[in-house]
Nanobody
């Protein structure tokens, strides 16, 4: 599976952005898809995760209620709708897929190491 993330940009605090992650290739070859982000000088952190099996989305506490992850199976595309953005949301956002993984509120799905396929990242800057 090849992933391409796009939709980042500069937005003011309180604003919104929608990120997209287009998948191509053998798109049936994953069990979970997630969004991660990495701020300058910080480790990559999980933002949200959806299992292919049931479509339930889970979110990090720092973004819950503001970010919504969804998918369009017909278009092989995942989305991350980001509302009420804060300066601390600034970073490079990556989409990633993993096999043999079921998303849950906690556990291995929140660690980058379990994901074997990554998009190139898209930069989100929240600043006035």
């Amino acid at each position: 599976v090849q992933l391409q993330a796009y939709g980042g940009g500069l937005v003011q605090p309180g604003g919104s952005l929608r990120l997209s992650c287009a998948a191509s290739g053998f798109t049936a070859d994953y069990d979970a898809v997630a969004w991660f982000r990495q701020a300058p000088g910080k480790e990559r952190e999980g933002v949200s995760c959806i299992s292919r099996s049931d479509g339930t989305a889970y979110y990090a506490k720092s973004v819950k209620g503001r970010l919504t992850m969804s998918r369009d199976n017909a278009k092989n595309t995942m989305y991350l709708q980001m509302n009420s953005l804060k300066p601390e949301d600034t970073g490079v956002y990556y989409c990633a897929t993993a096999r043999f993984l079921v998303c849950a509120p906690s556990g291995s799905g929140w660690y980058p190491v379990v994901y074997d396929n990554w998009g190139q990242g898209t930069l989100v800057t929240v600043s006035s």
